[in-house]
């Protein structure tokens, strides 16, 4: 599919007035997506676990003006409260959307948000944030023309969410979710993320992810000015080329249930997502101390007990530990023991594999 499948020929049915609501999750990703070209195509192809718990609610109330207005018209709220510091953000995303979705200016939207997880958690909302509002703009799109199919009611909403924030097109559906061209997965796209189409073995139907909260700080760096500095990165074609193979060795990881190269794979993808970051230039570090006392932890722990855990990270210093369910309570009872001391007044998450967006 092509940008032009999604913009819509004509709608067959009117709709005055509505109101729809969505949970979206977050997601994590395995193989990591840093690095982007113009219009929000990435630079590689990436692969997210679909979190269940830290998810946003969206309800968008809708209503049609007598004329199309010649600017955007919406009232925003945060967990009940106006928000107009959020508002310039979400006018950026309707501007990148309006080809797309020709009604938007024909109505007045009151968009409620909120999220399972505190806003200063230090945790990104912008992928289930901008998938959820995607989605009940696409579910008024349906209403206008309810011919459209599933598949492409979740394709659309998916290359609507990815305008807003990229990793957001991998929070539509779940279990695992891969967006990004990538010449050894069929359907593979840049423009939308694609449920993972090969042979998932068992062990990664309910892998767990605990989220250690290890600073809850405003984010150093926005991921936008991230994704920035790999244009002129001296090596960015060999991080591109290697998120290339990771996938591919991911295949046989995920049918076979290796956990040893799976294990090898998110750790590394972790570890080179922050080297870019030390190596790009201007350079930063967004691990802190805690996060390093984790990770060392958590191959002590590996070695002497002989289970599954790892840990991935994001754009922050919070630790990502991922592990089997099997193995849920020896790494809870060492997340408690040992790592808790780690986390920011204590606090984590508990989270596992979701199976995707929700309307409510
Ligand atoms: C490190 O999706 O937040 O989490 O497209 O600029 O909104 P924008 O970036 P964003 O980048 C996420 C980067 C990451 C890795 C990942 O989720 O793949």
């Known amino acids: 599919m092509t940008e032009k499948d999604f913009i819509p020929v004509a709608y067959t049915n009117d709709k005055a007035t509505g109101v729809v609501s969505y949970k979206a999750p977050s997601n994590i990703a395995l193989v990591k997506y840093w690095g982007k070209k113009d219009h929000q195509i990435p630079a590689n192809p990436s692969i997210s676990f679909t979190l269940d718990h830290c998810a946003t609610t969206t309800e968008v109330a809708y209503s049609k003006l007598e004329q199309a207005a010649g600017d955007f018209s919406f009232d925003l709220f945060f967990e009940g409260k106006s928000k107009e510091d959020f508002k310039p953000k979400i006018k950026t995303f309707l501007n990148r959307i309006e080809g797309y979705l020709p009604f938007l200016k024909s109505y007045h939207f009151i968009i409620r948000t909120s999220n399972s997880f505190p806003h200063s958690s230090g945790i990104a909302s912008s992928a289930s944030g901008m998938s959820a509002l995607a989605l009940c703009l696409m579910d008024l799109e349906r209403e206008l023309n309810p011919g459209m199919t599933d598949e492409y009611f979740n394709k659309k909403a ?23 061209n990538h010449k050894e ?108 006392e984790i990770i060392n932890k958590i191959w002590s722990f590996r070695e002497a007990s002989n289970t599954h855990i790892c840990f991935t990270l994001d754009a922050g210093a919070n630790v990502h530990v991922l592990y089997p369910a099997k193995e849920k309570d020896l790494v809870i009872q060492f997340i408690k023991d040992e790592l808790v001391a780690y986390c920011e007044n204590g606090q984590y998450i508990c989270d596992k594999i979701g199976y995707g967006a929700r309307k409510l």
């Open 158 to 180: 998916s290359f609507l969410a990815r305008l807003g924030s990229g990793s957001a097109c991998r929070s539509i559906e779940g279990d695992i979710i891969q967006w990004g």
């Open 185 to 292: 997965t069929q359907g593979s796209s840049d423009l939308y993320g694609i449920k993972y189409p090969y042979e998932v073995h068992e062990v990664f139907k309910d892998f767990q992810d605990t989220i250690l909260l290890v600073d809850k700080g405003q984010k150093q760096v926005s991921s936008s000015v991230g994704h920035n500095l790999m244009h002129d990165h001296p090596f960015a074609s060999r991080r591109f080329a290697q998120a290339h193979e990771n996938l591919f060795k991911l295949q046989s990881v995920f049918e076979e249930g290796n956990l040893t190269e799976f294990i090898k794979i998110v750790e590394s993808e972790a570890l080179t997502l922050h080297a870019m970051m030390m190596t790009s230039m201007p350079y930063f570090i967004l691990m802190k101390p805690n996060t390093l």
